[in-house]
């Protein structure tokens, strides 16, 4: 099982951002911390399905 850092923060605007410093590019956002977790999990679970092997 991999594991990710995943940094939290909220914009002027209330809204969530979450983002994976080992992912560049891999990022999400919505209105609240319960759908942000589901947002970024989905976005890591892809990663995972797509990365090339090594």
């Not at 594991?3 to 951002?17: A, H, L, M, P, S």
């Not at 994976?20 to 319960?34: D, F, I, N, R, S």
Request: no cysteine; glycine share 6%.
């Amino acid at each position: 099982m991999s594991k990710f850092t995943v940094v939290v923060e909220q914009d002027e605007d209330g809204i969530y951002i979450a983002s994976v410093p080992e992912l560049p590019g891999y990022h999400t956002q919505a209105k609240t911390l319960g759908e942000l977790n589901e947002r970024i999990k989905e976005a890591i679970e892809l990663y995972l399905e797509v990365k090339p092997e090594k």
